[in-house]
């Protein structure tokens, strides 16, 4: 197993684990979010324009953090930056 | 398997080149003026000959200017050309999904750099227009001074999570769609299809009502000093 | 490279093409069209809000107007119905006044009537009874009854009353004597005799008979007379009864009180 190959491995499962433990956190939170919301409307549906558009827009900032975890990961593994400095110091070999 | 429209090269001269993801935005983009402009040719102003059409272009504009003047923004007509187009496009361009063929330029991840660099560089003439240089240049110290550096890196995360966003879950959408196309060929597509398409529409109104927001923040300073 | 930038710039230029092409094409038109509608549905609800206005200042005129003419034609009722009354109570009271006059009139008509009836009935009466007594009488009167008559008449003749004997004795001429039937001898005798006792002188007698007088017995001198006889007595009697029959009419007269109509009248019409 020479560098190349390791590199690729640590990658490909630093991705997965990355998305999947990065998915937990925004999952629990939006679903606080979301209970939080629709008890909310339960209660009030007067208001449900103002609470939909409040909740979305939390919704996206909470989303922000798994997407941060998925742009990680997508780095990892089509734009690794050891990946290509290895390659371009294996060719310089 | 390309992971999104920009990989398709129709043709190349050094750095222009002509990709899907270009093509198919031109091909929206006529869509939708091709079509305002062929409802809105005749427009009818007696109630009993609206159009179809007509009412349906209609409850959309209405729609949009409520949604932003219900966000805070005094005047939702300065705003609907620019906001009521990120809508407009977005939406069409995930509700083409259905076409078996198409691949949503929303699925690519230039074009919603695009977008979101709009955005990023819309808030801050929105909200120079609104309160001046000086008066948007404060917001930047908004609580205190110390939150300038925070303030500016929010700014461009936000853009940078804008353009994610939207990309992530398009790109999710048409490459579970391809994968499922191989795993399962029948019934289960169209299920994810139709999950797509709600997707879609609701990343397009987040899109649009994050778009929104930021630009309300950037104009709302004026109006609570004024108050004040 | 996920991230193309040729592309990101070619998209951004896309996007700014697609916010002019929609703003001309979609946004101008469509919200144009809204707010010509909008005016034109706000100038037609004003329209509409004057003309209720109007129609409502007209219902209000025409309610004031029927009104006016409400009270008019009450007020008008009014006046017709009271000049009716009056007029009813006018013509009642002419019509009570007129019956009142037609029924004393007939009253008046009729009592004479009755009494020209009662008088003439009377007169007839009268004179059939009498002419029945005198019939009578002179059938039955005999000698008898003459004699009784001349000796009631000297009877009367002795009494000595003044004035007969005043007139006995200033008479100078001869005495006319008449009777009924023929005197006797005798009783021509004791007249004369009776007479010239009273008077203290002889007087002449005249005899004459005149049946006339129905058993009845005359002296008379010039201008004065001693009457005794029958048909004398009964024209007393037929006077007498005259004089009563008169005054019976007179009372049986019915005497109403014209007014106790009219009060009848007048509580009928309150």
Same mark, same amino acid.
């Given at each position: ?20 433990? *990065? ?9 606080? !979010? ?22 979305? =827009? ?36 | ?48 000959? &609206? ?20 966000? *805070? ?49 819309? =808030? ?11 008066? @948007?240049?404060?917001?930047?110290? /908004? ?9 500016? &890196? ?12 939207? @990309? ?33 529409? =609701? ?23 004024? %108050?004040? | ?17 697609? &916010? ?92 004479? /009537? ?24 002179? %059938? ?22 003044? /004035? ?15 009777? !009924? ?50 048909? %004398? ?21 019915? /005497? ?15």
């Amino acid at each position: 197993m020479d560098n190349l190959t390791m590199i690729a491995v640590a990658s490909i499962i630093t991705a997965g684990v990355t998305i999947a433990v *990065g998915c937990i956190g925004p999952a629990l939170g939006e679903g606080r !979010a979301v209970s939080t919301a629709l008890s909310s409307l339960a209660q009030q549906p007067d208001a449900a324009p103002t609470i939909t558009r409040t909740l979305f =827009v939390g919704l996206a900032m909470i989303e922000s953090t798994a997407i941060y975890c998925f742009v990680v990961s997508m780095i990892l593994i089509f734009a690794n930056p050891f990946w290509n400095y290895i390659i371009a110091h294996a060719a310089g070999k | 398997m390309h992971l999104s429209s920009d990989e398709v090269i129709f043709w190349q001269a050094g750095f222009i080149k002509l990709n899907g993801t270009i093509v198919t935005t031109w091909l929206l983009m006529l869509i939708l003026t091709i079509g305002a402009k062929l409802i809105t040719r005749n427009l009818a102003q007696n109630n009993a000959e &609206i159009s179809r059409w007509q009412s349906l272009l209609e409850v959309i504009v209405t729609l949009l200017k409520q949604q932003i003047a219900e966000v *805070g923004l005094k005047q939702p007509q300065k705003y609907l050309g620019f906001l009521g187009t990120l809508f407009l496009f977005i939406a069409t361009a995930n509700l083409l999904t259905i076409f078996p063929i198409y691949e949503p330029p929303t699925g690519s991840l230039s074009t919603t750099l695009a977008l979101a660099l709009a955005v990023f560089i819309a =808030v801050p003439l929105f909200g120079i227009q609104e309160q001046g240089l000086t008066g @948007f240049l404060k917001t930047y110290l /908004e609580p205190t001074a110390i939150m300038l550096p925070f303030n500016l &890196i929010s700014e461009l995360s936000r853009t940078f999570a804008l353009s994610v966003r939207l @990309f992530g879950n398009m790109m999710s959408g048409s490459m579970i769609l391809a994968i499922l196309l191989i795993i399962t060929p029948f019934v289960f597509p169209i299920v994810m299809t139709l999950l797509g398409l709600l997707t879609g529409m =609701v990343q397009a109104y987040i899109f649009t009502i994050l778009a929104t927001v930021y630009i309300a923040a950037a104009a709302e300073i004026c109006d609570l000093k004024t %108050d004040n | 490279m996920l991230i193309d930038w040729f592309t990101v710039a070619a998209q951004l230029l896309n996007f700014v093409i697609l &916010i002019a092409l929609l703003k001309r094409f979609l946004y101008q038109p469509i919200l144009q069209a809204l707010d010509a509608r909008e005016h034109r549905i706000s100038a037609e609800l004003s329209e509409a809000d004057a003309k209720k206005q109007q129609a409502q200042a007209e219902y209000e005129q025409f309610c004031q107007k029927n009104q006016e003419f409400d009270l008019q034609r009450a007020e008008l009722f009014k006046t017709a119905s009271e000049e009716a009354k009056t007029e009813r109570q006018r013509l009642l009271t002419e019509a009570r006044i007129e019956a009142d006059n037609l029924r004393s009139q007939r009253q008046q008509a009729l009592a004479q /009537e009755v009494e020209v009836l009662m008088t003439s009935l009377t007169r007839q009466i009268q004179t059939e009874v009498f002419a029945i007594t005198r019939q009578v009488l002179t %059938d039955l009167a005999d000698v008898n009854l003459e004699n009784q008559m001349i000796a009631v008449f000297m009877e009367k003749l002795r009494s000595s009353d003044p /004035e007969i004997v005043s007139v006995l004795k200033n008479t100078a001429t001869p005495l006319l004597l008449r009777t !009924a039937f023929t005197l006797s001898e005798a009783q021509q005798l004791e007249i004369q005799q009776t007479i010239a006792k009273i008077a203290g002188s002889e007087i002449e007698l005249q005899l004459t008979t005149e049946a006339k007088l129905i058993s009845g017995i005359e002296l008379s001198s010039v201008g004065q007379k001693i009457v005794w006889t029958l048909a %004398d007595y009964l024209g007393n009697v037929e006077n007498n009864l005259k004089n009563l029959l008169q005054q019976h009419i007179d009372v049986d007269k019915p /005497e109403k009180h014209p007014t106790e109509f009219s009060k009848r009248a007048a509580e009928d019409v309150s």
